[in-house]
Protein backbone atom coordinates (compact mmCIF):
# COMPACT_ATOMS: atom_id res chain seq x y z
CA UNK A 1 0.00 0.00 0.00
CA UNK A 2 1.65 3.58 -0.79
CA UNK A 3 2.22 6.11 1.92
CA UNK A 4 0.06 8.81 1.85
CA UNK A 5 0.78 12.18 1.20
CA UNK A 6 0.53 14.12 4.93
CA UNK A 7 -0.76 17.57 4.55
CA UNK A 8 0.90 20.28 6.68
CA UNK A 9 -1.22 22.10 9.24
CA UNK A 10 -2.12 25.54 8.25
CA UNK A 11 -1.65 28.11 10.85
CA UNK A 12 -2.38 30.76 9.05
CA UNK A 13 -5.77 31.81 11.55
CA UNK A 14 -3.14 32.11 14.29
CA UNK A 15 -1.20 34.91 12.86
CA UNK A 16 -4.75 37.82 12.85
CA UNK A 17 -3.06 39.15 16.13
CA UNK A 18 -0.13 40.13 14.67
CA UNK A 19 -1.62 41.67 11.29
CA UNK A 20 -3.63 43.86 13.68
CA UNK A 21 -0.33 45.24 14.93
CA UNK A 22 -0.31 48.97 13.76
CA UNK A 23 1.93 49.00 11.06
CA UNK A 24 2.07 45.49 10.25
CA UNK A 25 1.02 43.95 6.77
CA UNK A 26 1.47 40.95 6.26
CA UNK A 27 2.91 37.33 8.12
CA UNK A 28 3.44 34.16 6.97
CA UNK A 29 4.87 30.78 8.53
CA UNK A 30 6.61 28.71 6.46
CA UNK A 31 8.99 25.48 6.48
CA UNK A 32 12.72 26.32 6.88
CA UNK A 33 12.56 24.48 3.57
CA UNK A 34 10.19 27.16 2.09
CA UNK A 35 6.71 25.74 2.31
CA UNK A 36 4.02 27.77 3.43
CA UNK A 37 2.17 27.03 6.52
CA UNK A 38 -0.08 29.77 6.67
CA UNK A 39 -0.34 33.23 5.73
CA UNK A 40 -2.59 36.29 6.49
CA UNK A 41 -2.63 39.89 5.73
CA UNK A 42 -3.81 43.21 7.76
CA UNK A 43 -7.69 44.57 6.82
CA UNK A 44 -7.70 47.74 4.87
CA UNK A 45 -4.52 47.85 3.04
CA UNK A 46 -3.58 49.31 -0.18
CA UNK A 47 -0.30 49.95 -2.01
CA UNK A 48 1.57 47.70 -3.93
CA UNK A 49 0.81 44.27 -2.15
CA UNK A 50 -2.54 44.78 -0.69
CA UNK A 51 -3.43 41.26 -0.13
CA UNK A 52 -1.43 38.37 -0.06
CA UNK A 53 -2.69 35.62 -2.45
CA UNK A 54 -1.91 31.93 -1.90
CA UNK A 55 0.23 31.43 -4.89
CA UNK A 56 2.34 34.73 -3.59
CA UNK A 57 2.80 33.54 0.01
CA UNK A 58 4.09 30.23 -1.77
CA UNK A 59 6.58 32.05 -3.51
CA UNK A 60 7.42 34.47 -0.95
CA UNK A 61 7.73 31.57 1.33
CA UNK A 62 10.47 29.87 -0.51
CA UNK A 63 12.24 33.30 -0.82
CA UNK A 64 12.23 33.84 2.38
CA UNK A 65 14.00 30.56 3.21
CA UNK A 66 16.49 30.75 0.37
CA UNK A 67 17.37 34.24 2.60
CA UNK A 68 17.71 32.14 5.80
CA UNK A 69 19.71 30.10 4.91
CA UNK A 70 22.20 32.66 3.18
CA UNK A 71 22.19 34.62 6.38
CA UNK A 72 22.79 31.12 8.52
CA UNK A 73 25.57 31.09 6.14
CA UNK A 74 27.30 34.56 6.80
CA UNK A 75 26.64 34.07 10.19
CA UNK A 76 28.40 31.05 10.58
CA UNK A 77 31.35 32.68 8.51
CA UNK A 78 31.74 35.51 10.90
CA UNK A 79 30.65 33.70 14.33
CA UNK A 80 31.75 30.25 13.52
CA UNK A 81 29.56 27.48 12.59
CA UNK A 82 27.40 26.62 15.77
CA UNK A 83 26.67 30.44 16.08
CA UNK A 84 22.96 29.86 14.30
CA UNK A 85 20.58 32.66 13.54
CA UNK A 86 17.23 33.68 15.88
CA UNK A 87 16.14 36.51 14.12
CA UNK A 88 16.92 38.53 11.15
CA UNK A 89 15.24 41.58 10.09
CA UNK A 90 15.72 43.54 6.79
CA UNK A 91 14.85 47.22 5.69
CA UNK A 92 13.93 48.66 2.31
CA UNK A 93 12.82 51.60 1.54
CA UNK A 94 8.84 50.83 2.06
CA UNK A 95 9.32 48.72 5.28
CA UNK A 96 10.91 46.29 6.99
CA UNK A 97 10.69 42.48 7.28
CA UNK A 98 11.47 40.10 10.66
CA UNK A 99 11.88 36.92 10.38
CA UNK A 100 12.31 34.62 13.56
CA UNK A 101 13.05 30.93 13.93
CA UNK A 102 10.84 28.70 15.89
CA UNK A 103 12.80 26.16 16.34
CA UNK A 104 10.87 23.43 15.37
CA UNK A 105 11.87 23.38 11.38
CA UNK A 106 9.62 26.56 10.94
CA UNK A 107 10.14 30.40 10.89
CA UNK A 108 7.78 33.57 11.19
CA UNK A 109 8.03 36.27 8.56
CA UNK A 110 6.48 39.69 9.14
CA UNK A 111 6.35 42.64 6.37
CA UNK A 112 5.84 46.04 7.83
CA UNK A 113 5.44 50.06 6.91
CA UNK A 114 8.57 52.23 7.39
CA UNK A 115 6.46 53.55 10.03
CA UNK A 116 5.70 50.30 12.35
CA UNK A 117 7.84 49.72 15.71
CA UNK A 118 9.82 47.14 14.57
CA UNK A 119 10.24 46.66 18.42
CA UNK A 120 7.16 45.63 19.31
CA UNK A 121 6.46 43.85 16.29
CA UNK A 122 9.48 41.56 17.10
CA UNK A 123 7.87 41.42 20.80
CA UNK A 124 4.81 40.34 19.68
CA UNK A 125 6.79 37.63 17.12
CA UNK A 126 8.13 36.27 20.18
CA UNK A 127 4.70 35.71 21.56
CA UNK A 128 3.51 33.95 18.41
CA UNK A 129 6.25 31.71 17.95
CA UNK A 130 5.84 30.24 21.35
CA UNK A 131 1.53 30.05 19.58
CA UNK A 132 3.21 28.29 16.92
CA UNK A 133 5.84 25.90 18.01
CA UNK A 134 2.19 24.29 20.45
CA UNK A 135 0.57 24.28 17.13
CA UNK A 136 3.26 23.00 15.30
CA UNK A 137 4.56 20.31 17.97
CA UNK A 138 3.00 16.73 17.97
CA UNK A 139 1.49 15.68 21.37
CA UNK A 140 2.76 12.86 23.32
CA UNK A 141 0.62 9.85 23.93
CA UNK A 142 0.54 8.67 27.48
CA UNK A 143 2.39 5.69 27.81
CA UNK A 144 0.87 2.18 27.37
CA UNK A 145 0.59 0.51 30.97
CA UNK A 146 1.08 -3.20 30.31
CA UNK A 147 -1.51 -5.93 30.90
CA UNK A 148 -1.51 -7.46 34.18
Known amino acids: MPAGISR ?3 VGWMLRP ?10 VVLTDDGLRLGHA ?3 RLHGVVPELERSEAES ?20 GPRAGVRQLMVE ?18 VATDPGADV ?9 MVA ?3 AELTTHLRPPEVPPV
Open 8 to 10: LPD
Open 18 to 27: LTGIPGVRHA
Open 41 to 43: SAD
Open 60 to 79: LSAACAALTITSRSAVGLFL
Open 92 to 109: SDHGFVLFTSTGLGAQLA
Open 119 to 127: GEVAEQMQI
Open 131 to 133: HIA
